[in-house]
């Protein structure tokens, strides 16, 4: 048999250091600390609402079963400390399939313990609250809530997950969003497997390695584990907070049984994408007729590219509606997929390469990772990593994405959800790996005059204001989501008039008996472009503006920004060690124009101020400018690229502090 000695080094992240050994943390079930039951907020965080006293994973591989499988027991004891901690307690496993295999749940066992009259009390999981779902077609999953769980509560469960995927490693996860005291990773790899091991992470993780046997084969068990374990909460800016924590996986790139052929698992995006167009959901989705198109591909025969793109763009928005599901597979039952309605985004976007293919289009598929799932991972060429697809499609020479899950992005702008770091592009059979920018551009330009109203103390103005790109997008899915609720309201509204009347109910309403704060008032008085699919959107309003406005004295005190306003800075740590991502860039620019009301002067106004981040990718500044009656202001404010490095993130973090502190800044005005 072959030996383990191809097995690839670890990264220097591994380095062994000296920590708590696991063996200071109790690993047999149900051997509960009462110190720990009595404790009533973790040691390093008091803030956390609960905490892992350890959670460890273990890997094997069973070859004594009819078929080989891979087997992962779970192991996890937990103490809660507030309510906010109460979810711990429900526990979700999603298991694949398909229509020959799938993964299932075996030996479960859950209990809870609580401290009462200074005794511990136990309580066990029923087997009859273990609950089994199925999701799709692919995914079903397996859950449980453990009971009488309350602050102060140690719960502890385990199970283990028999998979006939071999190649589907699962990711442990050393760090989580609260503190881990202890965690442990224990993998056997048989000697006839090659796998290699991926990292995430910053946490130095102990490793040891010794020969086994292991359901009668012999293997190198491999055990990770760490202590004192920090969290790592979410993060509105990353893809996805988990490509930051600590976390390793193991690749299985070869399988070499004695006496078979060597099956390989791991292959290049080549490889992949070859098998990918063999494959009757993914090669056939995109070349085979689609009966219910032909008339319609006949109509735009004609067409100039651009018209036919633009076509068959609207005519998937008008008979396929995208269901939320996503995926790489589509189908070649097109008759069923127009009949029903609906589809996921594969369905969709494999059917918009092969209109355009059908229309004389050049277009060709490209496949990327959801970019809620977080990043694709490049270094380790994988189907799995891979699970959405969109197009490019090349029109008078020039290159657009396109995706048609979307009614509201045209053609060259992608929906955020396309939108990765990296993609791989399908073409002759071969992937191409290339790096993606985020194109989209939340764009809003705002121009009003104000008086002021001393006597309500607050500003009233005309103005107008113009929206395009990615912010047109938002406000068009705002507009149409509103019309839906509105109609819903009315259709509720009358539901109950007619309720009301059968009982002879009239219908009464209650007084509030406190005053709300006023609130700033945009009323839109006409709006023009919202009925175009991708034009820009502009709009006159008359505006009511409490916020900006103070008087105490004889002094009037209005914002620097006047109508331009940030929340605070969305960033709270100073350092960070992972990059930040923005959902799109950004330009805004507001211009306002003050009155100054009669028997007032102008006591002080803000400095002018420019700005940029570090690499000119992003820019700020504000103008103020004093004439007979009147002061202007101008603001700009720009972010111009989508993602900074933590070499950037000092720049970036600056820049937003400075800006609010701009913010703060005031114009006065003095009775003269």
Known sequence: MKKSTHFIPLTVLFILLVGLSGSLYAQKFGDIDMQRLKETAHPTDPKASHAYIFKNCMVRYD????????????HYRIKIYTNEGLDAANVVQYLSQNKKEREGVADVKAECYNLVDGKKEKSKLSKKDIYKEEINEDVRKVSFAIPNVRPGSIIEFRYKVYSPFLYAFPRHYFQVDVPVDYSRLRVNVPDYFSMAPTATGMIALNRTQEAKQSFGASVTQFTFD???????????YVLDIDDYRSSLKFELSQVDFPGRAVQNFTKDWNSICENLMDSPFFGDAINNKVRPATEFLERIESLTEEEKLLQIVDFINTHIVWNGDIGKYGTTKYKKLFETKSGNSAEINLLLINLCKKAKLEAYPI???????????????????LNYVFALVI??????????????????????????VEAILVKEEKGQLFTMSNTNLNYLRQAAKYTINLEEERLEGTGKAVIKDYAAVKARKKNK?????????????????EDQQELGKESDEEEDDYEEEAENVYTYTETKGMENKYGNITSTFDAILYSPFDAIGNEVYIDAFVSLEFEGNPFFDKIRKYPAFFNSKHHFNHVSILEVPEGYAVKSIPDNLKMKIINDKGYFSYSINESPGKITVNCLF??????FNPNEYA??????????????????????
């Open 395 to 420: 029109v008078d020479g020039k290159e657009m994405f396109v995706d048609a899950t979307s009614p509201y992005f045209k053609p060259g702008t992608l929906p955020l959800r396309a939108m990765n």
């Open 638 to 643: 720009q972010i111009d690229h989508d993602m």
């Open 63 to 74: 070859f004594e079963s009819r078929s080989p499988r891979m087997v992962t027991e779970y």
């Open 481 to 497: 989501e509103e019309e839906e609720e509105d109609q819903q309201v009315l259709i509720k509204e009358s539901e109950e008039e």
């Open 226 to 236: 760490a202590s004192d374990i920090p969290g790592i909460e979410d993060d509105q």
């Open 651 to 672: 720049s970036l973090y600056a820049f937003f502090d400075r800006v609010l502190q701009k913010q703060n800044e005031k114009i006065v005005l003095v009775r003269e």
């Open 367 to 385: 496949l990327t990772k959801y970019r809620f799932h977080g990043l694709l991972n490049t270094g380790f060429p994988s189907l799995t990593e």
